[in-house]
């Protein structure tokens, strides 16, 4: 079975993600008394390499280094995607992340997103669908130096509420933007037992899943 795609014809769903894409990579390393944040930032530019190989466009912002609010609130109107790249401190994001969001989303309110989607005529309803960000989409890729089964397995810490579980309130926070979730990836038991070829075999093919391969400029496909 052949499909083909010309100019002007119209993608079914199974095809949409191969459309080109503008994706936000945001860089939340943190390095702790000047160490660390090798690992994220490894798994950073191998997400800007791979996606720009995809045929997408990229953009980028590396936290610790500063940014300017209103120009990232300018970021989340551009992208169609962004990818947080973080470690985990104390089982959430690092205070810089979360600073990062505060100020960004804060001042994004009138841009990025409304309010926070309810009427007085009707209090009780509606809560987090103020975003104006709606059809983008948000996907995180974190480090752990917790095991897997930490997550997963009912009695263990997380108590088997797995990773999204652990995240809830991150995935919440974008998604009153507007976002939907894309699948997270995850590093686990990256201290104690660390490897780095399989971390980014793996989130190579997690990326390449995720984003496919973008349309040609000739806007040309053939899928046989």
Same mark, same amino acid.
């Given at each position: ?12 769903? +199974? ?34 390499? !791979? ?6 466009? !990229? ?15 300018? @970021? ?7 990818? *947080?790249?973080?470690?985990? *401190? *104390?089982?959430? +994001?690092? *205070? ?30 509606g809560y987090g669908t103020g975003g104006l960000i709606k059809g983008k989409s948000h996907m995180l890729s974190v480090t752990w130096n917790a ?21 809830? =309130? ?8 507007? !976002? ?20 980014? @075999?793996?989130?190579?093919? =997690?990326? @390449? ?16």
């Amino acid at each position: 079975m052949e499909f083909e795609l010309r100019r002007g014809e119209s993608l079914t769903n +199974e095809f949409n993600q191969r459309i080109k894409m503008k994706i936000l990579l945001i860089n939340g390393r943190a390095p702790f008394n000047g160490k660390g944040g090798k690992l994220n930032k490894t798994l950073h530019e191998l997400a800007k390499k !791979t996606l720009q190989a995809l045929r997408h466009e !990229t953009g980028e912002t590396t936290i610790f280094e500063g940014y300017d609010i209103e120009g990232e609130v300018e @970021k989340f109107l551009w992208m169609d995607a962004v990818i *947080w790249q973080m470690p985990a *401190w *104390w089982m959430g +994001e690092p *205070w810089l992340v979360k600073k990062y969001v505060d100020e960004v989303f804060m001042g994004g309110i009138g841009k990025i997103v409304a309010n926070d989607g309810r009427h007085s005529a009707s209090p009780n309803d509606g809560y987090g669908t103020g975003g104006l960000i709606k059809g983008k989409s948000h996907m995180l890729s974190v480090t752990w130096n917790a095991p897997l089964q930490a997550f997963e397995k009912p009695g263990d810490f997380f108590e088997g509420v797995g990773v999204d579980g652990v995240y809830l =309130h991150f995935h919440k926070a974008n998604e009153f933007l507007g !976002t939907k979730r894309l699948p997270t990836f995850m590093c686990n038991d990256v201290v104690k037992n660390p490897d780095v070829e399989r971390f980014t @075999k793996d989130y190579e093919a =997690h990326l @390449k899943k995720g984003f496919r391969l973008a349309l040609t400029d000739s806007n040309e496909f053939i899928c046989s």
